[in-house]
């Protein structure tokens, strides 16, 4: 299944994609993309609706009919630097050891076609395509063979970063860098798990005004989802709807030689995985 959320800002509803790319309205059947509808029990429950029973929603969806988050009532946006050996490289910072943690504010949180704000007095926003992992069953000290029955499926994350204040300000601050408002663009849609036979085999691809900067796949990872999934659950429980952002290949702006390039407002970002779909986004000055 193809989960979605749909409608305006901060009255989306949930829905899914039919066979024909056309979105069906879930609202008679569950309150939202999140949470509890995550779970195994959940899915399975959706899996089991007639689609086309369901009510289509007019319009296209990411054309005239808006798509939110692909997930609600996030309790967690988890990240993962440096899990790509060459986007390490192009960083200038070696390969970690064990997976490097940190934060996005769930108020960056965005839809996959909203626009993406440069912060007041950014010269130094950064785009990073992403596989995102949503949790459906929760768990602590769960083992890496148990790891993929925690999993409800997978959407893109685009992680913008500002590098002054991730990388120098205050020593440093990755959660403050990344965490603006806008800098967590999710979907279009949560694909499950079902869908996804090997999240270790996805090509990945970013353009910035139609040049493509970014070309990886996920099998390059350092720390595939099962790592990542048993090890953070080493240090915290995770709950339905957590998502996980596994990292971004090269080609970021930060890396550009013999200059780093970044964003500036009135920019386009385009950017997808194989099989999740693709996100557009305008900048805009905040």
Avoid at 156 to 169: A, F, G, H, I, P
Wanted: with cysteine; glycine share 14%.
């Amino acid at each position: 299944m193809k989960l979605l959320r749909y409608g305006p800002l901060g009255q989306e509803k949930p829905g899914l994609l039919d066979a024909d790319g056309r979105v069906r309205d879930l609202s008679a059947v569950v309150t939202d993309i999140a949470g509890e509808v995550l779970t195994p029990a959940g899915l399975q429950e959706l899996a089991g609706l007639d689609i086309a029973s369901l009510p289509l929603v007019p319009g296209t969806p990411q054309q005239d009919l808006r798509l939110g988050a692909c997930v609600g009532k996030v309790g967690k946006f988890i990240c993962i630097g440096l899990n790509y050996a060459d986007h390490a490289a192009e960083s200038g910072a070696k390969v970690p050891d064990e997976p490097v943690v940190f934060n996005k504010w769930t108020s960056a949180i965005v839809g996959p076609n909203d626009d993406v704000e440069i912060p007041r007095g950014s010269s130094r926003t950064d785009w990073e395509v992403e596989l995102g992992v949503v949790i459906g069953k929760g768990g602590r000290y769960i083992a890496e063979a148990d790891a993929m029955s925690h999993v409800a499926g997978y959407c893109v994350v685009n992680d913008v970063s500002e590098r002054e204040v991730q990388l120098e300000r205050g020593g440093g601050q990755w959660d403050k860098g990344k965490g603006h408002d806008t800098f967590g663009p999710i979907g279009p849609w949560l694909v499950t798990a079902d869908e996804v036979p090997d999240p270790q085999q996805l090509a990945m691809w970013l353009e910035v005004d139609g040049r493509r900067f970014q070309n990886g796949n996920t099998s390059t990872m350092v720390f595939g989802v099962k790592k990542l999934v048993s090890y953070l659950s080493q240090f915290m429980s995770l709950q339905p709807g957590d998502i996980i952002s596994t990292g971004t290949p090269p080609g970021v702006g930060l890396g550009q030689k013999p200059v780093p390039i970044y964003l500036k407002a009135g920019q386009t970002m385009r950017l997808g995985i194989q099989g999740l779909g693709e996100q557009q986004q305008r900048t805009i000055q905040a």
